[in-house]
């Protein structure tokens, strides 16, 4: 049996010492998207403008956060008043976990 030192001084000799570590993107979970949507209500006002919006879908790496804040108020702004509010926050999250944003 080897043991780990013998094994890691075997593999630098034969030029294996680069290990490739391969990353692997992981989705966020609804908490976590519920918790970085609450924390962009920049104003404390309980809604999410759709400036607001556009700021939380650039950080989620969006490459048109204009357009997914656009297409979020669609989706989630269910009384139409241009805003998400607290109510309507779940509508968001479902819409944000269905485009698939990782954590990178």
């Not at 030192?5 to 000799?13: D, G, L, M, S």
């Not at 490739?20 to 609804?30: A, F, N, S």
């Not at 108020?73 to 509010?85: E, F, Q, R």
């Not at 309507?88 to 944000?96: F, G, S």
């Given at each position: 049996?080897?043991?780990?030192?013998?094994?890691c001084?075997?593999?630098?000799?034969?030029?294996?010492?680069?290990?490739?570590?391969?990353?692997?993107?992981?989705?966020?979970?609804?908490?976590?998207?519920?918790?970085?949507?609450?924390?962009?209500?920049?104003?404390?006002?309980?809604?999410?403008?759709?400036?607001?919006?556009?700021?939380?879908?650039?950080?989620?790496?969006?490459?048109?956060p204009?357009?997914?804040?656009?297409?979020?108020?669609?989706?989630?702004?269910?009384?139409?008043?241009?805003?998400?509010?607290e109510?309507?926050?779940?509508?968001?999250?479902?819409?944000?976990?269905?485009?698939?944003?990782?954590?990178n």
């Amino acid at each position: 049996m080897w043991h780990l030192p013998t094994i890691c001084q075997k593999n630098v000799a034969n030029g294996c010492h680069k290990a490739k570590i391969k990353t692997v993107p992981m989705p966020y979970t609804e908490a976590q998207l519920m918790g970085m949507f609450r924390r962009f209500d920049a104003n404390g006002d309980g809604h999410l403008s759709r400036q607001e919006l556009r700021n939380a879908f650039s950080t989620l790496g969006s490459s048109a956060p204009g357009w997914r804040a656009f297409r979020a108020l669609c989706h989630a702004d269910k009384n139409g008043d241009g805003y998400i509010s607290e109510a309507e926050l779940d509508n968001l999250v479902r819409y944000a976990l269905k485009h698939g944003y990782t954590i990178n």
